[in-house]
Structures are given as C-alpha cells and as structure tokens.
Nanobody, 116 residues
C-alpha cells in the first residue's frame, strides 16, 4: 500500500523558515481535506493545519500567521511553509487526511528541529 511521503525537514535556528512537502498517493488530494500533523518527543500527535478540496485553510492558534498550508493538485503534493520558527515547533511532521488520518497510509514523517 502506497503511503504519504514527507520530505524537507531540517535543523534550523529560531526565526528561520522552512518548507516541507508531502507526496500524496493516488487521487486522495482531490478527494479529501488534507492536513499536516506533528508529534514532538513525549507528546501526542496533533494537527497543525488543514486545506479543503476548495482550498479553504485552517490552523491551530500556535501557528497562525507563521505557517501556510498549500497544495498542488497537478503534482499530488501538499506543502507547509513555516516562517518565524520557534523551538516549540520541533517535531516530526506528517501529512494525511484531515481530521482523521487514513489508517495504513501514515508515512515516516520528516524531522524539523528548531535550535540555536
């Protein structure tokens, strides 16, 4: 079974920017609201941002004004542009259907570390 494939994570300093990408399998990006999720060490996975099939976006309060979710339907790709990164944004970032991820489709995630 093909899974989501996240990429682009890196080690950056506080205040810097980073864009992560997600290859979405099949036609899922055309069928469902998609989202970015993250899991920090010792914490539960949380949703971060979402985008509907009509390109309506939503964000948790802690990333509003700093993160931007977008998608390229032709490329089956989901993006998360992260600006003004903070140490508390450190986590493994995942993409999947929002709000409830498709079981069996979770990818390996991409590590984002914000540290000076």
């Amino acid at each position: 079974q093909v899974q989501f494939a996240e990429s682009g994570g890196d080690l950056v300093q506080p205040g810097e920017s980073l864009r992560v990408s997600c290859a979405v399998p099949g036609n899922l990006i055309r069928m469902y609201t998609m989202g970015w999720f993250r899991q920090a060490p010792g914490k539960q996975r949380e949703s971060v941002a979402s985008i509907t099939t009509g390109d309506r976006t939503g964000y948790i309060d802690s990333v509003k004004g700093r993160f931007t979710i977008s998608r390229d339907v032709a490329k089956n790709t989901l993006y998360l542009q992260m600006n003004s990164l903070k140490t508390e944004d450190t986590a493994v970032y995942y993409c999947n259907r929002y709000p409830r991820g498709l079981s069996g489709y979770w990818g390996q995630g991409t590590q984002v570390t914000v540290s000076s």
